[in-house]
């Protein structure tokens, strides 16, 4: 058994019940405890910074008796773990991440403008913890849709996709997707977008730069991509990982590939000199906004996000 459990963080909500079937999935092929965690709401009127007695007691917990019932009907459970907490759920779901090896939740809880795409709760855990981060969003065909897992199996065909900056590989991100593809089934996508067409910006008097050839620019990303993922194809020969290279947009590309996907995987930017926070990238959000399968959001090796 792993020695760092899937945490599914549950309210009550069908978003919620989606993203347990994804845990409990997930917990099963890596052969680790699921963690079920429920966050209850403060009151409006309670201090976030005024610390509970104690936890309360996850038998006494409404929507963890519901989770029980749930699973009750289930085959083959992996060691489960029901677990309580008291705060505000944006803060205290990241934190699950230094224990945890995934942090499951879905695109939005009970709370919140029923218009909204993703949940503030979805987004602070995914900009903020410190393990990957997987966000089940609702099927498409509308917001009524039953509890089910929306996402292709690896029986089904789909494959795990991930996006790659050709320029600036994210290795944690990569060793991610190639041992999340070994766990469904050995097929990984990767999608490397170079910016098309290029913008160039001149002085006034300043000669316009020669042509550059888009076919050489394709060229020269494939290389690069290529380059940086021999390390990972030599540890996981039993992936057949595919290098799909596309001009423009890298957001729209990957939501594109979550029609068909099991899973999409992107990078959390690193924190930079000038920028000491910590922050999604706009590509990230977008994918996490739009995708139509889970998205699994990777924060930087350790020692690289500082």
């Avoid at 290098?243 to 729209?252: E, I, S, T, Y």
């Amino acid at each position: 058994m792993s020695t760092q459990p899937v945490v599914a963080a549950v309210d009550g909500s069908e978003d919620s019940l989606r993203a347990l079937e994804w845990a409990l999935d997930a917990a099963r092929r890596r052969e680790a405890m699921l963690r079920i965690v429920h966050v209850r709401q403060l009151a409006p009127w309670t201090q976030p910074e005024v610390l509970a007695a104690g936890p309360p007691d996850p038998g006494e917990d409404p929507v963890l008796e519901q989770v029980r019932a749930h699973l009750a009907k289930q085959d083959a459970l992996p060691a489960v773990q029901y677990v309580a907490l008291e705060g505000a759920p944006g803060a205290l779901l990241p934190e699950l991440g230094a224990t945890s090896g995934l942090l499951v939740l879905g695109s939005r809880g009970r709370g919140g403008f029923a218009s909204l795409l993703l949940g503030s709760n979805s987004l602070a855990a995914a900009r903020d913890a410190e393990c990957p981060v997987v966000v089940v969003p609702r099927p498409a065909q509308g917001d009524d849709a039953p509890p089910a897992p929306p996402a292709p199996s690896a029986a089904d065909g789909g494959p795990v996709v991930v996006g790659m900056n050709a320029d600036s590989p994210d290795e944690a991100t990569l060793g991610f997707a190639f041992a999340e593809a070994a766990l469904r089934g050995g097929r990984l996508r990767i999608v490397a977008a170079y910016p098309w067409p290029l913008q160039t910006w001149m002085l006034p008097g300043e000669m316009p730069p020669p042509d550059i050839d888009q076919d050489a620019v394709e060229h020269e990303t494939r290389v690069l991509a290529e380059g940086f993922l021999a390390p990972h194809r030599e540890r996981h020969a039993g992936v057949t990982a595919e290098v799909v290279v596309l001009p423009g947009d890298a957001a729209g590309h990957l939501v594109e590939a979550s029609r068909e996907a099991a899973l999409v995987i992107i990078g959390r930017h690193r924190r930079r000199l000038l920028a000491p926070a910590r922050m999604m990238g706009s590509v990230t959000q977008a994918v996490l906004l739009h995708a139509e399968s889970p998205v699994a959001v990777v924060p930087p090796a350790p020692g690289e996000d500082s």
